[in-house]
């Protein structure tokens, strides 16, 4: 038997209705990942690439279509069973980290297996071994406040990682870090996803993301313009690439 694609969109739109205008941020969008892998959605500003990204993280729903992530359908989930599918089936990693500032990061990576009912040793055994595979076993004991953003940011991917979901999904990861910071967190990406670890599709308006990824899908308007893998482009012509098709 096949397994299920990582992720399957088909014919999603949304529309945002604000006073005295109605908005729309996808029109039709089609999109099917079947292999694992790390996949960018690229777009310039308003283009839809966070709406899309949003939905697919069931924090929001589409006005119609579906959504498939790993095999189950979002649109069938009530909201309780969207919430647990929010912390057992897939990791999310936001542009702000979202970390609870008066917990260390060892608790912050260990909150959604507390919240699932997971006991102390277990859940704080599983966290730390997290943080040693981002580099940050020295700063476990360590508040939010206390850390680097690039060291925020790793925290936030290994709790997204505590239930070993098959995929990571990323909204402008890099977006509050310095250049070395964020080129060291994409190489760590791709490392989790060369081990087989877990696949990562990511939104950002970046370029220079684009070279570790495996495959760009362009974003335009609420629509996908194009799509080229990464394989056997050099990174000078894949940040050109993107650059050319961003406009």
């Known amino acids: 038997m096949n397994a299920d694609p990582l992720l399957e969109v088909e014919q999603v739109t949304k529309t945002y209705h604000l006073p005295g205008q109605d908005v729309p941020a996808l029109r039709g969008v089609d999109l099917r990942i079947d292999s694992p892998g790390f996949y960018a959605i690229m777009g310039p500003s308003g283009s839809g690439k966070s709406t899309l990204m949003h939905l697919c993280a069931a924090m929001d729903a589409p006005d119609t279509g579906s959504i498939r992530v790993a095999g189950t359908e979002l649109s069938e989930l009530d909201e309780a069973g969207r919430t647990n599918f929010r912390r057992r089936g897939m ?104 081990e087989g670890q877990t696949s990562v599709v990511m939104v950002t308006h970046e370029p220079e993301a684009a070279v570790h990824c495996d495959h760009i899908f362009v974003l335009r308007d609420g629509q996908f313009s194009e799509d080229f893998p990464v394989e056997d482009i050099d990174a000078a012509g894949v940040a050109t690439r993107v650059q050319l098709a961003l406009g």
Do not use: C, W, Y
Request: aromatic share 4%.
């Open 91 to 194: 990791g999310i990693v936001f542009q702000q980290f979202n970390l609870v500032p008066t917990l260390t990061a060892l608790d912050n990576v260990a909150l959604p297996a507390l919240l699932d009912g997971e006991g102390e040793a277990s859940r704080n055994d599983r966290a730390m071994n997290l943080l040693i595979e981002m580099g940050l076993k020295d700063r476990a004991s360590h508040r939010p406040d206390a850390l680097s953003g690039g060291e925020r940011q790793r925290v936030a991917i290994a709790r997204s990682r505590i239930f070993n979901p098959p995929v990571l999904f990323a909204d402008e990861p890099t977006g509050n870090l310095d250049s070395v910071s964020g080129t060291r967190l994409l190489q760590q990406l791709r490392g989790l996803v060369d």
